[in-house]
C-alpha cells in the first residue's frame, strides 16, 4: 500500500512539474528568438581581428586575420577567414556555410601542402587553428541547432542577464550543454559556459567592449575564452569592421580558399 501511495506521490509531483519544464522551455526559446531577431538585416561584413593564444604559463603568440560574412536569407550565414600573419600560417583560410537543420559545411586550405580539406561533422569538437575554439564555434547562432531552457534572472556585472541553457541538437557536437548569459537589454551574449559530453566545465567565453553598428547591431570588440580544464586561453580581438561592402555569394564559393590572398 505504501509502495503504491509513493507511486501516485511521485506520478503527481511529476505531472505539476511538467508546466513549469514547458514555460522554461517556451521562455528559453523566446529569449533565443529575439536574441536572433535583432541580429538579422547587416547583409554582409569583414572585419579585421587578432587571435592571441596563450598557454597555461601564460606564454602568447599572436595571429593576424581577415574574416569575411554573408548573411543569407532562408539558411545559415557564410563566413570566409584568411590568415595573413605570421609566415607560417600566412595564406590559411577556412571557408563554412552554416545550415539551420542540415550539418554545416567546413572546408580549410593549407598553402603548405596546397590543398583544400574538408572538416568532417565528427571532427567539428577540434580546435581551430590551434585556438581554444572549436570548429563547431565558428559558425552561425542557428535556433534550429539547440533546444533551449530558461533558468534564471541574474546580474552580470552591472547588466542584469536572462540565464539561459542550450543542449546542441548535434549528435557529434562536442558539448552536453551550454550554459549563456543573454543581458536583457540588448540581448547580447555576455557570458557562455561550455560542458564536455561528460557534462563537466570545459571552457568559459566572455565577450565584451561591445559597439553598435548601422544604430542596430551590436558586436564584442573581445571575446576571450579560457579553458577550464588546460589553462590554455584564446582572444578574439577585433580590431575592425564594415558592413555592406559588396560581397556576394561567389566570394565564399569553395574555390574561393585557393584564391584567398
Given amino acids: 500500500m505504501f509502495k503504491t501511495l509513493n507511486k501516485m506521490l511521485f506520478v503527481s509531483a511529476l505531472l505539476c512539474a511538467l508546466p513549469l519544464v514547458a514555460d522554461e522551455q517556451a521562455k528559453g526559446l523566446a529569449i533565443a528568438q529575439e536574441q536572433k531577431a535583432r541580429d538579422r538585416g547587416w547583409v554582409e561584413s569583414e572585419s579585421e581581428l587578432q587571435m592571441i593564444l596563450r598557454n597555461a604559463q601564460g606564454r602568447e603568440s599572436a595571429r593576424r586575420m581577415r ?18 600573419e605570421p609566415l ?14 542540415a550539418e554545416d559545411d567546413q572546408w580549410l586550405y593549407l598553402p603548405s601542402v596546397k590543398r583544400t580539406r574538408r572538416i568532417a561533422s565528427r571532427n567539428k569538437s577540434g580546435p581551430f587553428m590551434a585556438s581554444e575554439f572549436a570548429y563547431e564555434d565558428m559558425t552561425s ?17 552591472e547588466l542584469q542577464c536572462y540565464v539561459v541553457e542550450q543542449t546542441p541538437t548535434d549528435t557529434f557536437s562536442g558539448y552536453s550543454k551550454i550554459i549563456v548569459w543573454v543581458d536583457q537589454a540588448h540581448y547580447r551574449v555576455i557570458q557562455a559556459e561550455y560542458y564536455d559530453r561528460k557534462a563537466s566545465l570545459l571552457k ?8 553598435q553598428y548601422l544604430d542596430k547591431f551590436w558586436r564584442p570588440h573581445k571575446l576571450h ?37
Wanted: charged share 30%; aromatic share 10%.
Fill in 141 to 157: 547562432f542557428e535556433l534550429e541547432k539547440f533546444s533551449f531552457r530558461y533558468l534564471r534572472d541574474e546580474a552580470c556585472g
Fill in 225 to 261: 575564452m579560457l579553458n577550464a580544464q588546460t589553462g590554455k586561453s584564446t582572444d578574439l580581438v577585433l580590431e575592425t569592421i564594415r558592413f555592406q561592402t559588396g560581397r556576394t555569394a561567389a566570394d565564399f564559393d569553395v574555390s574561393a580558399l585557393e584564391r584567398a590572398r
Fill in 88 to 101: 607560417d600560417v600566412r595564406g590559411s583560410a577556412f571557408l563554412t556555410h552554416s545550415h539551420p537543420t
Fill in 204 to 211: 568559459t567565453l566572455t565577450a565584451s567592449d561591445y559597439r
Fill in 67 to 84: 574574416t569575411f560574412a554573408l548573411e543569407v536569407q532562408g539558411d545559415g550565414d557564410k563566413a570566409l577567414t584568411i590568415f595573413d
